[in-house]
């Protein structure tokens, strides 16, 4: 401990006297000994007055240009002015044997400066006998979660789950699930991370809905990337090749609603267990022209988003006696009730109810459509004054 005390103000010593002569020292250095095939991991230390800037884009290696990645900042002595500001490179696998490492430079405060050339030594891969090994994993799935095949307005959530052992960095991604050709997305993409022993399963998930009938094919999915690993000074340590992984092709089957025993009032509605009712929330005494409003309210378990409202104008007693606002509907969705509140104004004074009104929904459990009828809404229309 003493001896590292003793090396640490010698090294300090040295330092304050070649900063004497000279503003800024630059090293360089390839850290530990390369392995063919892999790549080789540098360190470049720069001190410097802590109010000189360290210009990262000018760094050189032997000239040429090298990306750097800042690592951390270490003062010399707490009531120094100096600092030692770290910096990682990394160079392309190189051949075994004694190599030769070029000056780098770069501008601090204004001006250049260079470290001197240093050597490094690379050398042959030799695994010992029955050493273990890890090999790199990517593979990737395609998910469907949800009900298939399907009808349109039903929704179901498409995509892929990633299964890596470690980070990667992803050069290309054919994910055409993801992409949802012939669906309606809704929402965003979610993710979820799962660990499956060493496995990371990444789960990435789109919610879409079904609008068309047919048979909808996705090739399979393809990703290549990079692995990696942080390094003991905290730079990514790359594996020599990129890693390649193909999905199985997908196909979503969506089915045309049945023709046979179709109700005139279907347009497209899916539930299952459903109740409708109707119910005036203005007086039931109103003078022909008078805006009215009543309320429609559905509740039961399915697809109350794509639920749509009943087409009134085309129903029985509707049509001639009374006309509806041009503004869409107000609609909401509270728990498993989905209502919409209409506005409208009679045209004569002849209705004395607003009239039952029928909508009809298919179950796609039981592959049937249900008819539901409302009740007829009593009400006293008094003639306009000529």
């Known amino acids: 401990m003493v001896k590292g005390k003793i090396c640490l103000v010698g090294l300090l010593l040295v330092m304050s006297s070649l900063l004497a002569a000279q503003d800024v020292i630059v090293t360089s250095e390839i850290e530990d000994k390369g392995k063919v095939g892999m790549p080789l991991s540098g360190t470049i230390t720069v ?6 800037k360290v210009d990262e884009s000018s760094f050189l290696l032997g000239g040429e240009p090298i990306e750097v990645e800042y690592l951390k900042e270490v003062q010399v002595a707490p009531n120094s002015p100096l600092t030692i500001s770290i910096y990682t490179f990394t160079l392309m696998p190189d051949e075994a044997g004694l ?11 204004g001006s250049e400066y260079s470290s001197f050339a240093s050597t490094y030594r690379v050398e042959e891969v030799k695994a010992a006998p029955n050493s273990p090994k890890t090999s790199i994993v990517l593979q990737i799935e395609p998910l469907i979660v949800g009900d298939t095949p ?17 980070s990667q960095d992803l050069k290309k991604e054919i994910v055409l699930l993801l992409e949802a050709k012939g669906f309606r997305k809704v929402g965003g993409k979610t993710q979820e991370t799962k ?15 079904a609008t068309e009938p047919g048979e909808y094919h996705f090739d399979p999915a393809r990703i290549e990337g990079r692995a990696w ?18 999905s199985a092709p997908a196909t979503i089957t969506v089915l045309p609603f049945p023709a046979k025993d179709q109700p005139p009032s279907f347009n497209g509605a899916i539930a299952k267990e459903l109740t409708f009712k109707a119910m005036l929330l203005t007086s039931d005494k109103v003078t022909v022209g008078d805006k009215m409003k009543f309320k429609l309210e559905f509740e039961g378990v399915g697809e109350l988003a794509t639920l749509p409202i009943p087409e009134l104008c085309c129903q029985p007693g509707m049509s001639g006696f009374f006309r509806l606002s041009d503004l869409p509907p107000q609609e909401s969705i509270v728990g498993n009730k989905k209502s919409f509140v209409v506005e409208m104004r009679p045209l004569s004074d002849k209705p004395k109810e607003i009239p039952a009104l029928e909508f009809s929904y298919f179950d796609p459990d039981d592959k049937s459509y249900h008819a539901l009828k409302s009740d007829p809404i009593p009400l006293e229309i008094t003639p306009l004054d000529e």
């Open 229 to 246: 690993r942080k390094g003991r000074l905290g730079q990514k340590d790359f594996a020599v090749r990129d890693s390649v992984a193909e």
């Open 47 to 52: 001190t410097h007055d802590r109010k000189a």
């Open 150 to 166: 399907l009808y349109p307005g039903q929704r179901i959530k498409v995509g892929y789950r990633y299964i890596f052992n470690y």
């Open 99 to 109: 190599k030769h490492l070029p000056p780098v430079s770069v501008y601090v405060g």
């Open 195 to 209: 660990m499956d022993g060493k496995l990371v399963n990444l789960d990435v998930l789109q919610e879409v809905e």
